[in-house]
């Protein structure tokens, strides 16, 4: 869904700058090269317009290319000698690069929108540092010539590290990390922040110990560093004592509590404001998730003619409670009469039964089997298989 969201907001995007760059960009005709690949490993490719290049070292790089890697690592280089690495399972969007004679008019705008990637400014003069724009599903990042990695997860969530000089070993220079929630600056080696949505605030930059560049890849995301994971609970300890909604969780937090915390803080009626989204079990290989994802396919048999003015007015539930439920990772509640079974792992799943309904719901999933009845369990039949 994130990266169906970019490509929504880069065609708008790139429909704008196109134009601009019809009108004002003479020194520039599109379709020239704005750089090239000099390393390749394992599986990748660039995708312009609805093909799919080869991707061997020395392939030109273009602007609106689209690059990617699966089981495979990319490294480009731009004419002003700025350096863009995708690790494995990345996918980043070539927005705009226009070199003028004149380095404070040259733009650069790259959007990160999975996976781990490093960018490196470069060591020429075609291009002003500052107008370099790199965003992510949840950040901006304004550089001021510097050396940085982004690490997405699938959810659009960002981690941003600042690297060190690679020959002197001290900071880099200094970056901004920012959205409609606020702004951390990065300004020592290894400095680093987290950002869970765009309208949450940055996490407070925090040194790590004990890395290197070569260290930084998709696992950080899903198993953070000890004083990363330490930033987030704090900056999100405050929010925890009020009303829990998508953008007030600690994503981390259910995979650490025997009890179910959502479930236990609930007062009164479980509505769709109360789903935590981010309740189901994080902390797995986001390698094998992106690489083993499958749709759920759910089999819908409707026996069952309607209510009518016999409707019952309300539902009984066997196999499972109002609310969230731990083992089976269903959000069941009642919304505008109907009962609604909302569960986001791997695919969502949003079933919807109306006033009067009666069946049952039968669920194999990974590390879960079971039936769910509702009315009198007869009627509606829905059986729901995900391999």
Same mark, same amino acid.
Request: net charge negative; proline share 3%.
């Given at each position: 869904m994130i990266t169906q969201l970019f490509r929504l907001i880069r065609k708008t995007l790139l429909t704008i700058v196109s134009s601009c760059l019809l009108l004002s960009y003479s020194g520039f005709a599109h379709g020239e090269p704005i750089g090239d690949i000099v390393e390749n490993k394992g599986v990748t490719s660039v995708k312009r317009g609805d093909s799919r290049l080869e991707t061997d070292v020395g392939t030109d790089i273009n602007i609106y290319d689209e690059a990617e890697t699966a089981n495979g690592r990319m490294l480009i280089e731009f004419l002003d000698e700025e350096k863009l690495s995708l690790t494995e399972n990345s996918l980043v969007y070539i927005d705009e690069a226009y070199y003028d004679p004149d380095p404070s008019l040259s733009k650069m705008s790259i959007r990160m929108v999975r996976g781990t990637s490093?960018?490196?400014?470069?060591?020429?003069?075609?291009?002003?540092?500052?107008?370099?724009?790199?965003?992510? $599903?949840?950040?901006?990042?304004?550089?001021?010539?510097? *050396?940085?990695?982004?690490t997405i997860d699938e959810l659009g969530r960002t981690m941003?590290? +600042?690297l060190p000089d690679e020959v002197t070993g001290e900071t880099s220079g200094?970056?901004?990390?920012?959205?409609?929630?606020? &702004?951390t %600056?990065?300004?020592?080696?290894?400095?680093?922040?987290?950002?869970?949505?765009? #309208?949450?605030? $940055? /996490?407070?930059?925090?040194?790590? =110990?004990?890395? /290197? $560049?070569?260290?930084? !890849?998709?696992?950080?995301?899903?198993n953070p560093p000890p004083?990363?994971? =330490?930033?987030? @609970?704090?900056?999100?300890?405050? #929010?925890?004592?009020?009303?829990?909604?998508?953008?007030?969780?600690?994503? +981390?937090?259910?995979? #650490?509590? @025997?009890? !179910?915390?959502? =479930? *236990?803080?609930?007062?009164?009626?479980?509505?769709? +404001?109360?789903? !935590?989204?981010?309740?189901?079990?994080?902390?797995?290989?986001?390698l094998d998730?992106? &690489? @083993?994802?499958?749709?759920?396919?759910?089999?819908?048999?409707?026996?069952?003619?309607?209510?009518?003015?016999?409707?019952?007015?309300?539902?009984?539930?066997?196999?499972?409670?109002?609310?969230?439920?731990?083992?089976?990772?269903?959000? %069941?509640?009642?919304?505008?009469?109907? +009962?609604?079974?909302?569960?986001?792992?791997?695919?969502?799943?949003?079933?919807? %039964?109306?006033?009067?309904?009666?069946?049952?719901?039968?669920?194999?999933v990974d590390g879960y089997e079971g039936i769910i009845t509702f009315g009198d369990g007869d009627g509606i039949e829905i059986v729901i298989r995900q391999n």
């Amino acid at each position: 869904m994130i990266t169906q969201l970019f490509r929504l907001i880069r065609k708008t995007l790139l429909t704008i700058v196109s134009s601009c760059l019809l009108l004002s960009y003479s020194g520039f005709a599109h379709g020239e090269p704005i750089g090239d690949i000099v390393e390749n490993k394992g599986v990748t490719s660039v995708k312009r317009g609805d093909s799919r290049l080869e991707t061997d070292v020395g392939t030109d790089i273009n602007i609106y290319d689209e690059a990617e890697t699966a089981n495979g690592r990319m490294l480009i280089e731009f004419l002003d000698e700025e350096k863009l690495s995708l690790t494995e399972n990345s996918l980043v969007y070539i927005d705009e690069a226009y070199y003028d004679p004149d380095p404070s008019l040259s733009k650069m705008s790259i959007r990160m929108v999975r996976g781990t990637s490093r960018f490196s400014s470069g060591v020429g003069n075609r291009i002003k540092k500052a107008n370099v724009d790199v965003a992510t $599903p949840t950040a901006n990042i304004t550089m001021r010539g510097t *050396d940085f990695t982004t690490t997405i997860d699938e959810l659009g969530r960002t981690m941003v590290i +600042l690297l060190p000089d690679e020959v002197t070993g001290e900071t880099s220079g200094e970056i901004l990390v920012w959205n409609d929630g606020g &702004e951390t %600056i990065l300004n020592q080696a290894y400095a680093a922040t987290t950002v869970a949505s765009y #309208e949450a605030s $940055p /996490t407070k930059s925090i040194v790590v =110990q004990g890395i /290197t $560049p070569s260290m930084i !890849d998709n696992m950080f995301i899903v198993n953070p560093p000890p004083a990363i994971r =330490q930033a987030m @609970e704090e900056s999100y300890s405050d #929010e925890q004592n009020q009303d829990q909604g998508i953008l007030d969780v600690d994503f +981390l937090e259910f995979n #650490e509590l @025997e009890s !179910d915390a959502l =479930q *236990d803080s609930m007062e009164g009626d479980f509505t769709e +404001l109360d789903i !935590d989204y981010l309740s189901v079990d994080f902390l797995q290989d986001l390698l094998d998730v992106i &690489e @083993e994802l499958v749709k759920t396919k759910v089999v819908l048999v409707d026996k069952q003619a309607g209510g009518g003015a016999d409707a019952l007015a309300g539902f009984s539930l066997k196999g499972a409670t109002v609310g969230f439920n731990k083992d089976s990772q269903y959000n %069941i509640f009642e919304q505008d009469g109907d +009962l609604v079974f909302f569960r986001d792992v791997n695919g969502v799943i949003n079933i919807i %039964i109306t006033a009067g309904g009666s069946g049952f719901i039968e669920t194999s999933v990974d590390g879960y089997e079971g039936i769910i009845t509702f009315g009198d369990g007869d009627g509606i039949e829905i059986v729901i298989r995900q391999n």
